[in-house]
């Protein structure tokens, strides 16, 4: 059935989000930056008591405990699902989201300057899992044979190639031939790698300490080991500039930059270093979230206890996770009500969303945007809250999506400000001007579109899985039989 034209949001801003709304832009720029001169890192009275249940002592060898018993049934496991890797949207890598190339990339990029693909492109890649995220230029891919895959932008070392230069296809990352590769995250500047052992590594940009290598530096070309101590890693996801890792027993771990509370600590980590210039404390080794609150309405802030996180998702300045019960818990910059608490108001800890607790509807899979969130609950029905549009009222709180009720949605890849999701046999795109061809409705098609509307070029293509970079996206799409593959050879090719 064809998706229903869409409902302008009714919800208003609460507090004082007109008042703060040029604060709010300059913080979700491309670039972020912080104007807060509060430091909230002297937490000695904090009343919460470590409510985490899992603090035994660990040995240096990643996925081993004291006992040293390996937690073999614990480590991450290559995903089982193949398709052909298509793509859409821009792919001069070096100028996208920004205003001008620097100096570095414009001969690379008047070489082999890159085009927005208005359609999806069909490429020779057969692959397992697709990485890319809301505030990335860059992509990775695990092809069918298990070789880890990067290209993109690589202007601090991101693709984990040795050097700084732009890769303007898929380039095998020869740094980890010798391990196998399951997974991956990348931010804006900063690549996350996970192998079989659950161990990380991580390569890009360092300045705020976010590849969790002990030290803050301008950039580490190759892959380089995390600094972890705990049971083997199951998941990840990277902000702008701070990362995140989520261990096989549910215990989540941040490192990087503090600003706005998004590492979950219950700090900014701000300070002075000398006269008016601000800085921050970054946490350079991945260190265990132990607080996870929820707010009454009078304002009261009460410790949530058995807390087993089971997923992690983040966006430039913000962060969502969901534990065993259900519940889902947001923190970070609230600007446009991002965080679903009703207020533009940091969270500095994880706090739970009370709309699905009142609703009595669990989450089951969470996503996130630029400035903007998505959940799935367990009755299969999408939420959306925050703004992906420069205009109109911000969603401040979890709203049902009701042009995609009745909708099986397996799988959403946000963008900066784009959503493109795949829901039973069709591909399901959105998002307001300006675009660079993520949406993939073709050539000379509408380039933008405020409701969802079915991606016309991928009929007869099933898709197996989507994710978006800034303002690109990777299709995982399904060729088991003779008719899907000869839909996916009619597509255009890239690169």
Avoid at 63 to 79: C, V
Avoid at 192 to 216: E, P, R, W, Y
Avoid at 309 to 327: E, P, Q, W
């Amino acid at each position: 059935m064809p998706p229903k034209t869409a409902k302008k949001p009714q919800t208003k801003r609460k507090g004082k989000a007109g008042e703060a709304a040029k604060k709010r832009k300059k913080r979700d720029s491309f670039s972020s930056s912080g104007d807060d001169f509060d430091s909230d890192d002297n937490n000695k009275d904090n009343p919460f008591k470590n409510n985490n249940h899992n603090n035994s002592h660990v040995d240096e060898d990643n996925g081993t405990d004291a006992t040293g018993e390996q937690d073999i049934a614990l480590q991450p496991k290559l995903p089982e699902l193949v398709g052909r890797l298509l793509v859409c949207g821009g792919t001069n890598w070096d100028l996208i989201g920004r205003k001008e190339l620097p100096k570095a990339a414009k001969t690379a990029a008047q070489q082999a300057p890159g085009k927005n693909l208005w359609s999806p492109h069909k490429t020779p890649y057969r692959v397992r899992a697709l990485v890319s995220s809301c505030t990335a230029c860059h992509s990775m891919i695990i092809t069918e044979e298990g070789k880890v895959m990067t290209w993109g932008r690589n202007d601090k070392g991101q693709l984990g190639h040795g050097d700084v230069k732009t890769r303007n296809e898929p380039t095998v990352v020869d740094g980890l031939a010798s391990h196998q590769i399951v997974g991956g995250a990348v931010g804006r500047s900063h690549t996350l790698f996970l192998t079989s052992k659950g161990q990380v590594f991580a390569c890009g940009d360092n300045k705020m300490g976010q590849l969790g290598i002990g030290s803050q530096s301008q950039s580490v070309m190759t892959p380089t080991r995390v600094l972890y101590k705990g049971k083997p890693v199951a998941k990840m996801s990277c902000g702008a500039e701070f990362s995140m890792i989520l261990d096989a027993v549910g215990n989540l771990y941040s490192f990087g930059s503090p600003e706005y509370g998004q590492l979950g600590h219950n700090s900014e980590g701000k300070y002075f270093a000398s006269g008016n210039k601000l800085a921050y404390r970054c946490e350079l080794t991945p260190r265990k979230l132990v607080f996870f609150i929820e707010k009454t309405r009078e304002g009261h802030i009460l410790p949530l206890e058995d807390v087993s996180i089971l997923d992690v998702t983040c966006g430039v300045n913000h962060s969502l996770a969901i534990d065993r019960k259900k519940r889902c818990f947001s923190w970070g910059f609230g600007g446009y009500g991002r965080l679903g608490h009703t207020e533009t108001k940091d969270e500095l800890m994880p706090r739970n969303i009370k709309t699905f607790d009142s609703l009595n509807r669990g989450v089951k899979s969470i996503f996130s945007g630029g400035t903007f969130s998505m959940a799935i609950d367990e009755n299969g029905l999408l939420y959306f809250w925050g703004q992906n549009k420069s205009s109109g009222e911000a969603t401040m709180y979890p709203k049902n999506v009701q042009d995609l009720n009745g909708w099986n949605v397996r799988s959403i890849g946000c963008a900066n400000k784009s959503i493109v999701l795949a829901a039973d046999d069709s591909l399901i795109s959105w998002g307001p001007s300006p675009t660079y061809g993520e949406l993939g409705y073709g050539e000379n098609k509408a380039k933008s579109s405020t409701t969802p509307q079915e991606v016309k070029p991928m009929e007869g293509i099933y898709t197996h899985d989507v994710v978006c970079g800034f303002a690109h996206t990777l299709i995982m799409a399904r060729d088991d039989g003779d008719q899907e593959k000869e839909a996916i050879d009619k597509l255009p090719v890239w690169p």
